[in-house]
């Protein structure tokens, strides 16, 4: 429908969702535009991981709602949402250590009916086309989360969550893996936590920053930077 068609890829209105007396989530908005790179900020804390839990599935909020694709889908679950073209990729490592990369890859891609071209075309696309016969275990730490990113790939999403995807890297892993973060910025839209600031300032079209489970700001990059609330809030007045 037209009216979807103009509908932010993903909208969160007024989320909250507290524990005991922690509100982490203290009635949150968020609006994730098609086709943007959208990197999610703020100080540790802030409530970015419980975010992406509700955005993922894995949570439900005390109050609020989640809207994708114009569809309310607070309630729900996780691989119905994997179904509607929602995935995430993990920051704990989920691969399966024994198996290659081909294998790991292409069981991802079986469970939604794929076929060897598209475990190869995956494996292409994360940069991993010279280690195909690999054992997941015996990737580096960098090529390992190279593989996490293909494991959502394969669910062929329209939305890819990423939590922290340079946590734990050297330079050069960060590197290869802004690289990948741009090119699959190019095909779909992504959300991303991340503590890098200057990866986030290369890569997102927007910025949007939590802090004490409330987003304060929303915007290009350079206007969030500039925000006189954000940098006392968080980014440090130097
Ligand atoms: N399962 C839980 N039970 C109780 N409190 C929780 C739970 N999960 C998160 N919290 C609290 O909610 C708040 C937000 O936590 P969250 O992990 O979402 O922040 P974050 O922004 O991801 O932090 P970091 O950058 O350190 O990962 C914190 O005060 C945290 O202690």
Not at 72 to 99: E, K, P, W
Not at 102 to 131: K, M, P, S, Y
Not at 162 to 189: F, K, N, Q, Y
Not at 217 to 229: K, M, N, Q, T, Y
Request: hydrophobic share 45%; glycine share 12%; charged share 20%.
């Amino acid at each position: 429908m037209a009216e979807h068609a103009q509908a932010p890829l993903l909208q969160l209105a007024g989320l909250v969702r507290h524990f005991g007396g922690v509100y982490a989530l203290n009635g949150v908005d968020l609006s994730v535009e098609r086709g943007e790179i959208h990197a999610l900020i703020g100080p540790n804390g802030a409530g970015k991981t419980t975010l992406i839990h509700h955005i993922s599935g894995a949570m439900h909020p005390d109050a609020g709602s989640v809207r994708f694709d114009g569809a309310d889908i607070t309630r729900m679950a996780m691989h119905t949402r994997v179904a509607h073209g929602l995935a995430r990729s993990y920051q704990i490592t989920n691969v399966f250590a024994r198996l290659t990369v081909f294998d790991n890859i292409a069981l991802a891609v079986e469970a939604r009916h794929g076929g060897g071209d598209e475990t190869q075309a995956v494996i292409e696309r994360i940069g991993l086309a010279g280690a195909t016969g690999v054992a997941a275990g015996a990737l580096s730490h960098g090529e390992q989360r190279q593989l996490e990113v293909g494991l959502a790939l394969a669910t062929a999403p329209r939305l890819l969550l990423l939590d922290e995807p340079l946590a734990g890297m050297g330079p050069e892993e960060s590197e290869r893996m802004i690289e990948l973060l741009d090119h699959l910025g190019r095909d779909m839209t992504l959300l991303l936590v991340e503590h890098d600031m200057d990866a986030v300032f290369r890569l997102a079209d927007r910025v949007s920053v939590l802090v004490a489970g409330k987003v304060i700001a929303s915007g290009l990059p350079d206007d969030v930077r500039a925000d006189a609330e954000v940098r006392r809030a968080y980014l440090g007045d130097t």
